[in-house]
């Protein structure tokens, strides 16, 4: 009798739970491929004309788990990877991102050494906190995401890059979605706050929002939307276009910073 007492109790609670999902918003948009995504208006570019890749010079991503590829196998197959893939141009890239990072953990790490060219950063989901009571997550405050943020700008600059600011991606549900806007205006106040280039990653999926881009958690990007959002940035700059399959060529894969 009692372990019926238990279920009872445990399916009374996943009910409960799911009318306060479905009441606040925060039911994802699922689908049985994967999660919808819920599409803000893009945010307009800073400045509208295309990024002008260095010539010569390592590139540097810099985020949290979308990546990192934490959630599609590793750092291989994010997006920075599918962006070099695109470049018809060798270049050296870097990838210095984490699992559940805010601006703030970034900044206690150690950036990787040596001379930067230029750099895209994208953070800002961790800092929103967007699961809200479904997660043990607490958000940082939208002027302290700010400040980190330009402190994370300048600690950049002095390595010699230029800036491409990215708001974070857009998630899966209403709820979620409400709570990460505030974080991409933040994001596009902060890049033109310090001159950086600005860049809205929702931009990448407009064009088809019955996709699937998201996985069933409605946060982590699908392994084609990774491809896609590498794509999306490839053609955002002055030198890169789809690699061409017939060419011998290909750029070394991005590797992977180790902070301690």
């Given at each position: 009798m009692r372990w019926r007492r238990v279920a009872g109790l445990s399916a009374a609670v996943l009910v409960l739970a799911s009318g306060a999902a479905v009441a606040t918003g925060d039911l994802p948009r699922w689908t049985f491929g994967g999660t919808r995504m819920v599409l803000p208006s893009v945010l307009e570019p800073i400045p509208a004309s295309p990024i002008l890749l260095p010539a010569t010079g390592t590139i540097l991503f810099v985020g949290d788990s979308n990546t990192a590829g934490s959630r599609v196998g590793g750092v291989?197959?994010?997006?920075?990877a599918a962006f070099l893939e695109a470049?018809?141009?060798n270049k050296a890239v870097k990838v210095h991102a984490f699992g559940g990072a805010t601006v703030r953990d970034v900044l206690i790490r150690p950036l990787p050494e040596g001379e930067v060219s230029l750099a895209f950063v994208m953070l800002g989901t961790n800092d929103a906190a967007p699961r809200a009571w479904l997660s043990k997550k607490r958000r940082v405050p939208l002027a302290t995401y700010r400040a980190n943020l330009i402190e994370l700008v300048t600690k950049l600059?002095?390595?010699?890059?230029?800036?491409?600011i990215l708001a974070p991606p857009p998630l899966g549900s209403c709820a979620m979605q409400h709570r990460l806007d505030p974080?991409?205006?933040?994001?596009?106040?902060?890049?033109?706050?310090?001159?950086?280039?600005?860049?809205?990653?929702?931009?990448?999926?407009?064009a088809n929002p019955a996709a699937d881009f998201l996985q069933r958690?409605?946060?982590?990007?699908?392994?084609?939307?990774?491809n896609q959002l590498g794509l999306w940035l490839a053609y955002q700059t002055t030198s890169a276009s789809v690699a061409d399959n017939s060419s011998t060529g290909k750029p070394s894969p991005p590797s992977a910073s180790q902070p301690s």
């Open positions: 291989r197959f994010a997006y920075p470049m018809t141009a600059r002095a390595m010699g890059a230029r800036i491409v974080y991409r205006l933040a994001a596009k106040d902060v890049a033109q706050a310090t001159s950086s280039i600005f860049r809205d990653p929702a931009a990448a999926f407009i958690d409605a946060v982590h990007l699908t392994p084609e939307a990774q």
